[in-house]
């Protein structure tokens, strides 16, 4: 079995900064794929950043040059800092994990945290 807790969402004014994390447990044996999806009312949900285990990233086009993806191997976690943010960023976010347990590979997601930018 495999946890993912997301933490860090929050309300924020337009402009401002937060900081999402995700902190994985359990079987794992490594993280091949770590990211983060977010959903707004009425939407699909939609990938907002990626990070592969060797460093590489993806970004949506929308959060490209304000959002940025990080990773820590040795604890299992990643983060989402978040700057700059609009009105638009409004979802609930949640983090995705790709797992190898060393048996299996599996699709694991978060519970999800609201972010609201809002003045």
Known sequence: QVQLVESGGGLVQPGGSLRLSCAAS??????VVMGWYRQAPGNQREM???IRYGGSTNY???V???FTISRDNAKNTWYLQ?????PEDTAVYYCNGVVSTGLTIG????????VTVSS
């Open 26 to 31: 359990g079987s794992i044996r490594s993280i």
């Open 48 to 50: 907002a950043a990626l």
């Open 60 to 62: 949506a086009d929308s």
């Open 64 to 66: 490209k040059d304000r």
């Open 82 to 86: 978040m700057n700059s943010l609009k």
């Open 107 to 114: 699709d694991y997601w978060g519970q999800g945290t609201q």
